[in-house]
């Protein structure tokens, strides 16, 4: 790897900064862009929810990054020559030499995905009614600690709530906070405390190095453990070298090493880290893996396997070296850069500055004439559909629930989530989106809201179905027409 490879915003002699890739394509899955009435049709058939729309129908998949990174032509290959063996596969093996390269941890547990890992850590660590804090939750670390009887505190500053900031690390916990909190409570009532690389559910945003090293100390003046959510860590890093001073020259390897070394458990979801499944909590402390170890055979299965294939953990061994190199990491965040200075440009409301997996557009600007119980995230999603064939994902208090008076638990931000994944799509199908985002600002005031029709108790954002109110949909597909002659 020379240097001149590690950077890819090359300057283009029009004064533009343009995300270069740094990868060819080589394998392609060809994709359908239907038709404004065609689009109209699946998502009253989805019930105006974009998890229930099926892939013949999207041109763009943006819903998520999980499971949907592209793979480096390494990663496949390796895939092939795995070791297949029930116990002590080689395959194993190799993923215990990449952990240790990459993040400084000598033991590790392979489990089957990210969730699985906060179930196993939740269950050995977690004790009934005492805090886990952290900067922010993760919707299933929330439901794992809150199953055992843990309370979530999270310890964000207020920036990180600002959708217009230019606050590099929104991500950052709140030391005095965080140190309040013990105080008061003992640390005999604090689990641990956890921190969550580029913060997933406020916009993919980052911590800095100083934050996590102002943690540790607090973690060790109590003598509590520090839990490191690594599934987006790489992205992390790469932040911390472009924002945090001190790290301007350093390489992303020695970033990793030095944000693992700061925590005693560093556990991720493969399906961020390496684009392929599985996950892994990892360790340098005997005494902590020994308790976990128990109970992987019983959820997971056996401790050189974790109830992934021997294939998958291959692609997480070369997907974590891969994450060590500039060139692969700042792909996505890269573009997500360049969509959100796009957006922001031509003046719609977007959170910033850009982090990792996506864009997030703020719905409660966008759509300042909904009211938030007719969801204005999950309205922007449905109708970003209809003049795009695009899939954005709602979060905001569709991905909420109720309380127990039945009335809705609003979202503390109404977002639509436009996600980025790895290496998956090129500059023009970026520009395609930002320009079908503009047009529908111009048209924002046609945009309506959503009642549900179909509403399950939990999680109801996965399965729940809902209607317009009115006939915003068809009269905005009539306008997209009347505009775009040939209906695309
Ligand atoms: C995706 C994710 C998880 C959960 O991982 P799964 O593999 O989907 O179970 C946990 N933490 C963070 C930060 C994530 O982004």
Known sequence: MTSSNSENEVKFFSG???????????????????VVEDRLKAIKKAGFNTFLLETPDIFLDMLTDSGTNAMSDQQVSKMFIADDAYAGSQS???????VLDVFGKEMVLPVHQGRAAENVISQIFVRPSTFVPMNYHFTTTLAHIELRGGKVVELYKPEAMKIKSDHPFKGNIDIERLEELIRK???????????????????????????????????DRYSLMVVLDASLIGENAYMIKKREEAYHDSDLRSILREMSSLADIVYFSARKVSSSRGGAICTNSKELFEKMKEIVPLY??????????????????????????????????SFIDYMVKEIDRLGMPVVMPGGALGCHIDAMQFLAHVRQEEYPAGALAAAYY???????????????????????????????????????????????VIDRLNWLYAHREMI??????????????????????????EKLALQYRKEFANGL
Request: glycine share 8%; no cysteine; proline share 4%.
């Open 16 to 34: 533009r900064t343009v995300p270069l890739e740094m990868h060819k394509v080589k394998v392609v899955q060809s994709v359908n862009l239907p």
């Open 92 to 98: 194993f093996t190799r993923m215990k030499q990449a």
């Open 185 to 219: 409570e003992g640390r005999e009532a604090v689990s641990f405390i956890r921190m969550e690389a580029s913060t997933n559910l406020i916009g993919g945003q980052p911590f800095s190095l100083a934050n996590l090293k102002e943690v540790r100390k607090v973690a």
């Open 300 to 333: 997971e299965g056996f401790l050189t396997y974790g109830g992934i294939s021997v294939r998958e953990i291959e692609a997480i061994a070369v997907g974590l070296e891969e994450t060590t190199r500039e060139n692969v990491v700042n792909q996505s965040p």
């Open 386 to 432: 209809i003049v795009s064939g695009v899939r954005g994902m709602e979060r905001g208090t569709v991905s909420s629930h109720r309380d127990s008076e039945g009335r809705d638990i609003l979202s503390d931000l109404e977002l639509l989530r436009l996600a980025v994944p790895r290496r998956v799509f090129t500059l023009s199908q970026v520009e395609y």
């Open 448 to 473: 309506g809201g959503l009642r549900f029709v179909e509403e399950p108790a939990v999680l109801r954002f996965f399965m729940g179905r809902m209607e317009a109110i009115g006939d915003w949909p």
